[in-house]
T-cell receptor
Framework: DAKTTQPTSMDCAEGRAANLPCNHS???????VYWYRQIHSQGPQYIIH???NNETNEMASLIITEDRKSSTLILPHATLRDTAVYYC??????????????FGKGTKLSVIP | EAGVAQSPRYKIIEKRQSVAFWCNPI?????LYWYQQILGQGPKLLIQ????????DSQLPKDRFSAERLKGVDSTLKIQPAKLEDSAVYLC?????????????FGPGTRLTVL
């Protein structure tokens, strides 16, 4: 799997957009970018995933650069409940290797009132 | 829809004792995972089941850890004997699809403290 690099921690003011970067410069053509988050004392929660096009759902937007070497998760209006560790994971989506997620240390996002 | 259930939520044992964790996945989910999460780190996969068969247990310390998923539904993870370094949160996750994109749904975890 391609290795990902994320900042250790970030702060964001409540109500503002939170932009979480992820570097995955060794990503291969069949690997997707997944984002999960883990709120304190809970299990991780799926947020969004994408291959090369930008994606949006009710939780967040995912912006992937044209060369696919980096991506940004955007929480458009951060709330205190968005305080969590955010994991960027690169993985193939099909075939025998598609089932497993390899978590790094992620980015600790603190939303400040 | 009920989520992934795990019990107990907390467990404190002394080293060399045995412990077991239980997981009930979301109904109909064929794939079940056990992860270990040490404080300050991301979850690490221990074992993956597809129905009642093991798909991958390459990171499971088999000298002390064992897991089973009888009848392809509930699963139990056991540690015998426990070591201090086994102190961690043990997370269970399940997923519906057997191929293709795979969203995993996680339970709340069991926090194990080994003294």
């Amino acid at each position: 799997d391609a290795k990902t690099t994320q900042p250790t921690s970030m702060d964001c003011a409540e109500g503002r957009a939170a932009n979480l970067p992820c570097n995955h410069s060794t990503i291969s053509g069949n690997e997707y970018v997944y984002w999960y988050r883990q709120i304190h004392s809970q299990g991780p929660q799926y947020i969004i995933h994408g291959l090369k096009n930008n994606e949006t759902n009710e939780m967040a937007s995912l912006i992937i650069t044209e060369d696919r070497k980096s991506s940004t998760l955007i929480l458009p209006h951060a709330t205190l409940r968005d305080t969590a560790v955010y994991y960027c994971i690169v993985r193939v989506a099909h075939g025998a290797g598609s089932y497993q997620l390899t978590f790094g240390k992620g980015t600790k996002l603190s939303v400040i009132p | 829809e009920a989520g992934v259930a795990q019990s107990p939520r907390y467990k404190i044992i002394e080293k060399r004792q045995s412990v077991a964790f239980w997981c009930n996945p979301i109904s109909g989910h064929a794939t079940l995972y056990w992860y270990q999460q040490i404080l300050g780190q991301g979850p690490k996969l221990l074992i993956q089941f597809q129905n009642n068969g093991v798909v991958d247990d390459s990171q499971l310390p088999k000298d002390r850890f064992s897991a089973e998923r009888l009848k392809g539904v509930d699963s139990t993870l056991k540690i015998q004997p426990a070591k201090l370094e086994d102190s961690a949160v043990y997370l269970c996750a399940s997923s519906l699809r057997t191929s293709g994109y795979n969203e995993q749904f996680f339970g709340p975890g069991t926090r194990l403290t080994v003294l």
